[in-house]
């Protein structure tokens, strides 16, 4: 079970430090895993803090049936996907009418949790023509029945995350362990990966309304080796990044 963000060690009380967090988070459009105890899954993001800074709004679903199911829990816990980890949780979410849209509305929480540590340090990864490809097998019976091939969008020291359109395969169920999987890297070839389904969010829909998702692999006794491409392709990107200042 999650631990409560209050007991943390990490946890961060002071009010005005709580509000720059979460209005640094709303200028920068921080991508944000909203989770319901009943499993309700959601991308969203901090829109805006109240001028008092009593109260958050965020971004809702545009299907009002998953907006009813995160309004009716009593338990929302949201969570960064990159960089710096940050968490809170919730008790109620209200649906109100902002100037722009409907946004849900929740209490300016009393203590939020901060974690920066190498394993929580996503980085967003190229896409297009430069994209990464995690293949993952699909086998029935000990026999590899198909192959999937997922585009990576992040990655940290600790997995990674894909981009999967339509509804996902029956292998990503929560905590299954995928074997066999891969990665091809950069000048350094193909990287053999067994991988854990840690979560599974909706996300944006394409031009055609087709629903896309965002599942999280945690790697899962990644060797010494294979540790040593994911860290060198990840100081390559953040060196890249950085001279394009």
């Known amino acids: ?4 963000v209050e007991n943390s060690q990490f946890a961060v009380h002071n009010r005005k430090e709580i509000i720059f967090i979460l209005e640094d988070m709303a200028k920068h459009r ?11 899954s959601l991308v969203t993001a901090v829109l805006e803090l109240s001028a008092d800074g009593s109260y958050i709004y965020l971004d809702i679903s545009p299907d009002d049936r998953i907006n009813d199911k995160i309004t009716d829990s009593k338990h929302v816990t949201f969570s960064t996907q990159s960089g710096v980890k940050v968490r809170w949780h919730a008790t109620q979410l209200t649906l109100v009418e902002l100037s722009d849209g409907n946004a849900f509305e929740m209490p300016l929480p009393a203590a939020i949790e901060r974690i ?3 394993e929580y340090f996503r980085l967003g990864t190229p896409q297009g023509s430069k994209a990464l490809i995690c293949k993952i097998p699909v086998f029935d ?8 091939g997922a585009t990576i969008v992040d990655m940290s020291v600790g997995g990674i995350g894909i981009s999967v359109k339509g509804t996902p395969h029956a292998i990503f169920s929560q905590g299954a362990i995928l074997q066999g999987c891969s990665v091809v890297f950069p000048v350094i070839g193909v990287v053999p990966l067994t991988l854990k389904v840690c979560g ?3 996300s944006v829909k394409t031009k055609s309304g087709e629903q896309m998702y965002h599942i999280g692999l ?17 100081i390559q990107l953040e ?3 950085i001279s394009l200042l």
């Open 200 to 202: 599974i969010w909706t």
């Open 116 to 118: 920066q540590r190498r």
């Open 30 to 40: 921080t991508a944000l895993n909203l989770d319901t105890r009943e499993g309700v």
């Open 239 to 241: 060196s890249e990044r």
């Open 218 to 234: 945690e790697f899962v006794s990644l060797s010494r080796g294979a540790g040593n491409v994911v860290q060198r392709y990840m």
């Open 1 to 4: 079970m999650t631990h409560p």
């Open 141 to 148: 019976a000990d026999v590899e029945k198909e192959t999937i």
